[in-house]
């Protein structure tokens, strides 16, 4: 597709009276002729669900890939980094709403020809292609169109995402992804109903389908003053993390900051995330990150055996010090992640 055009959307069935049913997400959209879902870019248009941000990415950076985050996957590389437009949660304290809230009419000269996309993949020392910044998954169509391209040609492709899709569309996705960060945004349904706009459920499948798919994921838990940091919703967490995934599956509880329709909360105090932190190893997951906290020795990695650094960082700045081909070299023991492309 050279020119941006109508593009027909996956995932969809047509109701009664030019009505469709969107079936890309949980929320399972019933819109009417003219109308969007919540997503704000799924169309009805003449009784056809249209994918109307189709390759719109008003967003392109070449970030450090700590930055998406990603401490085990490939650690001070970078990567092409697009963001699009629309979300299908409706997050309070979204740090992304100026992306998330908008609308794909007048975006045009946004359109980033999938060939063209491919072509620049590698360019400038990128590792490949980063679907970010906005809620990716929500573009399904462009990026069942790049990713088995992309992949083909050696390069990575990395989703940072809600995980709030229908168990369908999300393994085709996953089938074609070599790195997730997905966010699990609490640990109660009340908390995603109230604060996120979704089904935790939901979420937590879809990770552990990432997971068992050979994905490498890494989970991030943004940790919000009052409503998820509370001993009964970050212990759960834990104890899912440990007895639904594995034990070297890298964590970030990342600190929360006054956004969007959440101005009124304050930050997360870096007491709290010490605390949880030091929760999560004494409980035994292994690889335990803070983001968005400067200073400390938090984000640097460990060996799960001897407890020596084998990676150290400095914000997006990484030293590797202690890791020989994917094992510790002072124990030999196998870090989780992956290490070479």
């Not at 491919?118 to 400038?124: G, M, Q, S, V």
């Not at 590797?320 to 030999?332: A, F, N, P, T, V």
């Amino acid at each position: 597709m050279e020119n941006m055009e109508a593009m027909e959307a996956c995932h969809w069935k047509a109701l009664d009276d030019n009505d469709v049913g969107c079936m890309l997400c949980p929320h399972e959209c019933r819109i009417a002729e003219g109308g969007r879902g919540i997503c704000g870019i799924r169309v009805n248009r003449g009784g056809k669900l249209q994918a109307a941000a189709y390759g719109i990415y008003p967003a392109i950076h070449l970030d450090p890939i700590e930055k998406k985050p990603l401490n085990h996957f490939l650690p001070g590389s970078r990567i092409l980094s697009l963001g699009s437009i629309g979300c299908n949660l409706s997050c309070r304290h979204c740090q992304n709403w100026s992306l998330s809230r908008e609308r794909p009419e007048g975006m045009e000269g946004y359109f980033i020809p999938p060939h063209l996309l491919i072509e620049k993949a590698l360019d400038r020392g990128s590792v490949g292609v980063a679907f970010t910044y906005n809620e990716p998954t929500i573009n399904f169509e462009y990026i069942m169109d790049v990713s088995p391209q992309l992949r083909s040609r050696g390069a990575k492709v990395v989703h940072v995402t809600n995980g709030h899709l229908h168990p369908g569309p999300w393994g085709e996705l996953m089938e074609h992804t070599d790195a997730a960060n997905i966010d699990v945004k609490g640990f109660s349904e009340e908390f995603y109903g109230k604060i996120a706009g979704g089904r935790l459920q939901t979420v937590l499948e879809n990770v552990k389908t990432a997971v068992n798919m050979g994905v490498h994921v890494e989970i991030a838990y943004l940790v919000i003053p009052g409503h998820n940091d509370d001993d009964g919703q970050v212990g759960g967490f834990i104890e899912w993390m440990l007895s639904e995934l594995h034990d070297q599956v890298p964590v970030h509880f990342n600190r929360f900051h006054p956004d969007h329709r959440m101005l009124d909360v304050p930050p997360t105090p870096p007491g709290t995330l010490q605390r949880i932190r030091d929760q999560a190893i004494g409980r035994g997951v292994k690889h335990v990150f803070i983001g968005n906290l400067g200073g400390g020795d938090f984000n640097d990695s460990y060996c799960p055996e001897c407890k020596k650094k084998v990676i150290e960082r400095n914000m997006y700045t990484v030293r590797q010090k202690g890791l020989m081909e994917g094992r510790c070299k002072y124990c030999r023991t196998v870090i989780s992640g992956v290490w070479d492309r």
